[in-house]
């Protein structure tokens, strides 16, 4: 398969625990996206990378949240302190390169998280 | 600011049925629009998008899609619904400009077919 993967695709955990998700982005995509969806909702913009560079955060990315992608291959995605509000699929896309590629998103399948 | 809506939260059709799903986008420059469809429990699939040239768009799965600049929609339809096509639906625009790249989604809307 060669398609955008995540791990794990489910992660509870308690409130105030760290947690690290990890995306496999298709192979040569340059780009790497995150976003995050809550119940009933359309995904939300949470960051993205143009090989190892992060270009843009959201705000929604508060400085509980970091994510990097240290060799321009996968990247991870870090929560500290995980609070209640923080539940949410985590989803990854990937981009490949190209004037009007660059633009199409691939999705993987997400990461479940639960904070208790 | 962009954003979309998709005024439709949650639609149910019978099975052969003809299918349209509304969405429509603020945006000051020429968008590039999306339809992702969503499984439950799973990622995004896209379906089809426009960037350019014909605005009737066709994609996968037989749904296609009609760009209308003056209406600022970009609405899904298919003309004969299958029950595998429950799921929801998303309709996104996105900068285009390639230095961004992030998309912005709509609320979505929830298919539900009726046998």
């Known amino acids: 398969d060669t398609g955008v993967s995540q791990d794990p695709r489910h992660k509870i955990t308690k409130r105030g625990q760290n947690v690290t998700f990890r995306c496999d982005p298709i192979?040569?995509?340059?780009?790497l996206y995150w976003y995050r969806q809550t119940l009933g909702q359309g995904p939300e913009f949470l960051t993205y990378f143009q090989n190892e560079a992060q270009l843009e955060k959201s705000r929604l990315l508060s400085d509980r949240f970091s994510a990097e992608r240290p060799k321009g291959s996968f990247s991870t995605l870090e929560i500290q302190r995980t609070e209640q509000g923080d539940s949410a699929m985590y989803l990854c896309?990937?981009?490949?390169?190209?004037?009007?590629?660059?633009?199409?998103?691939?999705f993987g399948p997400g990461t479940r998280l639960t904070v208790l | 600011a962009q954003s979309v809506t998709q005024p439709d939260i949650h639609i149910t059709v019978s099975e052969g049925a003809s299918l349209e799903l509304r969405c429509n986008y603020s945006?000051?420059?020429?968008?590039?629009l999306f339809w992702y469809v969503q499984s439950p429990g799973q990622g995004l699939q896209l379906l089809l998008k426009y960037f350019s040239g014909d605005t009737l768009v066709q994609g996968i799965k037989g749904f296609e899609a009609e760009f209308k600049r003056s209406q600022s929609s970009f609405n899904l339809r298919k003309p004969s619904v299958h029950w595998s096509d429950a799921a929801e639906y998303f309709c996104?625009?996105?900068?285009?400009?390639?230095?961004?790249?992030?998309?912005?989604f709509g609320q979505g809307t929830t298919l539900q077919v009726k046998p």
């Open positions: 896309a990937s981009s490949p390169q190209g004037a009007i590629e660059t633009d199409t998103q691939y």
């Open positions: 945006y000051g420059a020429t968008p590039y």
């Open positions: 996104a625009v996105g900068s285009g400009s390639g230095n961004t790249g992030k998309l912005i």
């Open positions: 192979s040569e995509h340059n780009r």
